[in-house]
Nanobody
């Protein structure tokens, strides 16, 4: 069983930056592919970014490409989401997720593919 704890959310002005962290407790972190999702008020949860368990492959939703960067530190059991040039439409609760991955280079973009979820951290971008 893996527990995921997100941190780093907050209130930021448009154009600003935040770095989210997701620390994993339990399990073997290096066996998990990781992902970030977000849910804005009144909307469905959506995919944001993913990283393979080998740290070699990343994937992003089109709306965040060039602004967000996902990375991981297997020695610290932590995945990060660096968010630059934030926009009001990035306002949401951000969730990290872990998937036991048989492939060292696969990323996963659908919610149903993930085995474990964190509780989320709020990101609010003011205009």
């Amino acid at each position: 069983q893996v527990q995921l704890v997100e941190s780093g959310g907050g209130l930021v002005q448009a154009g600003g930056s935040l770095r989210l962290s997701c620390a994993a407790e339990g399990g073997t972190f290096s066996t998990y592919a990781m992902g970030w999702f977000r849910q804005a008020p009144g909307k469905e949860r959506e995919y944001v970014a993913a990283i393979s368990k080998s740290n070699g492959v990343t994937n992003y939703v089109e709306s965040v490409k060039g602004r967000f960067t996902i990375s991981r530190d297997n020695a610290k059991n932590t995945v990060y989401l660096r968010m630059n040039k934030l926009k009001p439409e990035d306002t949401a609760v951000y969730y990290c997720a872990a998937k036991i991955s048989p492939s060292p280079y696969s990323t996963y973009v659908t919610e149903t593919g993930y085995d474990y979820w964190g509780q989320g951290t709020q990101v609010t971008v003011s205009s």
